[in-house]
């Protein structure tokens, strides 16, 4: 569900003119997060019915921890490939020698490569360059920005660097809004899920009719004995 979310955001909402950078910044397709991490908190809260008891809670929220992080970086990986397909087809190149151009690029620019460099990256740079011309286009943008805030610098005095790690840090501060979402999505489901299956594992008790009173005969009671006195005749 996802990575489907993920492939018409990028196919479709993402390339509306002018909103489309909007909605990619903001990353909206993240919001499908709170469906996708619901299901998949109830599911294994439910699941731990097939564990055993003494371990059935703490291995479900050890593979939630794993899975979480998995789950939400899909979709960063799914635009991560489609831009190395988009790169191969306009160079029409192999998608082996367009990942390494992308990687040189990513190590030029951020000083890692591949998904964890693009990662870092597109949270700078909301745009991708596409081909190579772009590339030395992209490159060139970024000196000509950086001497505009050098300029900007010698009037209001802020270095250029606090401004462009205020560009990424807000970007950061998005993607960490949508994780913490997707985590309490999954903890607060997980949680439900648990709490269902302990109601229904409970015993149910039998509904028998009601039992009728047994019937209890009267109890003769022993009549109380008039003491006789005997009359002593005198001889």
Same mark, same amino acid.
């Given at each position: 569900?996802?990575?489907?979310?993920?492939?018409?955001?990028?196919? +479709? *909402?993402?390339?509306?003119?002018?909103?489309?950078?909007?909605?990619? $910044?903001?990353?909206?397709?993240?919001?499908?997060?709170?469906?996708?991490?619901?299901?998949?908190? @109830?599911?294994?809260? *439910?699941?731990?019915?097939? %564990?055993?008891?003494?371990?059935?809670?703490?291995?479900?929220?050890?593979?939630?921890?794993? %899975?979480?992080?998995?789950?939400?970086? #899909?979709?960063? @990986?799914?635009?991560?490939? %489609?831009?190395?397909?988009?790169?191969?087809?306009?160079?029409? $190149?192999?998608?082996?020698?367009?990942?390494?151009? #992308?990687?040189?690029? *990513?190590?030029?620019?951020?000083?890692?490569?591949?998904?964890?460099?693009?990662? /870092?990256?597109?949270?700078? +740079?909301? /745009?991708?360059?596409?081909?190579?011309?772009?590339?030395?286009?992209?490159?060139?943008?970024?000196?000509? /920005?950086?001497?505009?805030?050098?300029?900007?610098?010698?009037?209001?005095?802020?270095?250029?660097?606090?401004? #462009?790690?205020?560009?990424?840090?807000?970007?950061?501060?998005?993607?960490?809004?949508? +994780?913490?979402?997707?985590? +309490? #999505?999954?903890?607060? =489901?997980?949680?439900?899920?648990?709490?269902?299956?302990?109601?229904?594992?409970?015993?149910?008790?039998?509904?028998?009719?009601?039992?009728?009173?047994?019937?209890?005969?009267?109890?003769?009671?022993? @009549?109380?004995?008039?003491?006789?006195?005997?009359? *002593?005749?005198? =001889?």
């Amino acid at each position: 569900m996802k990575v489907g979310a993920s492939l018409i955001a990028e196919q +479709f *909402l993402y390339k509306i003119i002018i909103i489309g950078d909007v909605f990619s $910044t903001l990353e909206v397709v993240e919001f499908v997060n709170v469906l996708v991490f619901a299901i998949l908190g @109830m599911g294994f809260g *439910l699941a731990s019915a097939f %564990l055993p008891k003494i371990s059935r809670y703490k291995t479900s929220s050890l593979l939630l921890i794993i %899975l979480v992080p998995l789950i939400f970086s #899909t979709s960063a @990986m799914v635009r991560y490939n %489609l831009w190395i397909e988009d790169f191969a087809a306009q160079e029409k $190149t192999s998608y082996a020698e367009a990942e390494s151009l #992308t990687d040189s690029f *990513l190590s030029r620019r951020v000083g890692i490569d591949g998904f964890l460099g693009f990662y /870092v990256y597109t949270a700078r +740079f909301p /745009v991708l360059p596409n081909n190579q011309a772009e590339i030395k286009k992209a490159e060139n943008l970024e000196e000509k /920005v950086k001497a505009n805030f050098m300029s900007i610098n010698k009037i209001i005095g802020i270095k250029p660097e606090i401004i #462009t790690g205020f560009l990424a840090g807000s970007k950061w501060l998005i993607r960490i809004f949508y +994780f913490s979402l997707a985590a +309490f #999505t999954t903890i607060n =489901h997980f949680k439900a899920g648990c709490q269902e299956l302990v109601k229904n594992s409970k015993p149910n008790s039998p509904n028998f009719p009601p039992v009728p009173p047994r019937y209890k005969p009267p109890i003769d009671k022993p @009549m109380p004995q008039k003491s006789s006195r005997r009359k *002593l005749k005198s =001889h």
